[in-house]
């Protein structure tokens, strides 16, 4: 197809096309003429995954380069499946630097291994434990009474676990080994967004149920 | 307690600690002198809502302003605990005309209805509907096939109501109605963080399981 078409079907602008090409983040089209090329429907996969990580998870576009490439990588053949989600996986951030991503190394060490000890299949450098540690920082930092350790993230985690296992069972490994990458990102990516939105709905609808009630006009 | 000693018991600057003043986050303190004045367990408190919210949440200082506004209200005893929270728990973002907060109207309107649906006591004004209905827009962005509707999300509405309802149990409505809302807030800023980090780790676990393995040298 045509860049226009590309841009039509993907709901991406031709001028953003050209500049995610000129990044290195998609591939050229084939050339067809001097001025000419054409695309195809790997172009437009990339495009949707390019297109959730820059407006539903706000991922600069350096770091999507670095998704991209984890992708790529895959497509080579040369690194197993689940390392290259890894990577890609941690890819999404937080940046280091970011203050999302600062967190004592004390808490950081403790929450990996709590996780390791639960039998967790995870990487000493994935982003995420950074997070997580910030987190249990910040509980200290709230003092009052013996500091928590690792466990009192305990429910979460099992909760995380389920979820996770229902979203990696939907999987499909037969689309290819980059094609799953991409479902994976995009996954994590969308569905972050809604479980984030819809705890935050739950929570004002259980302290409603429990110190209610909402005003009627509010409500309806 | 004396300034310097707010300071040493939040972890807060001195700097800071008047900027926050200055901005209406904090009352000021009780004059005690021309150049001194003693604050209380009160501005502790607040103090350690404020930096949870700066640092893990990474809620502009304006938007701060609006979450105290809220929490004092409830101080001032006019409006109902659960109204409070909620306006608290919105003020918490997205913001309007925040990328994150864009969602087409239609969406938004599915999401609503279909948690009314479910019995979920919310208001219509809450922007963790944004958040919400922007997801479902990307999902049918994604194209191929029919387009899913708000259902789509029933398997995170149910994890999520059940982690609220536990996170709400845990609240202690006897310790006062403006210590209960901070406790909330504080408790939906560290604990989404954790949730997040925790389920993009619960993933790589799980891919590990079912793609794996990992290298060794990566593991350990």
Redo the contacts between chains.
Sequence with gaps: MRISELSE?T?VPVATIKYYVREGLLPAGTRTGATQATYDDHHAERL?MI??LR??G?VPVARIGAVVAAVDGVREGDR????V??TA?HA?GPEPGH??GSSSSTARTEVFDH?RAKG???????P??D??A???D??R???EGTPPGPEI?D???D???????????S?D?SSGASS?VEQ?I?G?V??????????????????????????DD???
Tied chains: 1, 2.
């Design positions: 079907r709901g949707r297109r959730v407006e539903v706000d197993p499946l689940a390392e989600l890894a996986h999404l203050p999302h996780l967790w299949l995870i990487r000493q450098d994935a995420a434990l997070l997580l910030g987190a249990l910040a509980l930092a709230l003092g993230f429910g979460y985690a909760t995380a676990a389920a979820i996770a296992e229902v979203e990696l069972a999987v490994p799953v994976v995009i994590t969308i569905y972050e967004r809604a479980l984030v939105a819809l705890r935050r709905l739950a929570q004002e609808h259980h302290s409603t149920r429990r110190f209610g009630p909402l005003r509010a409500t309806t």
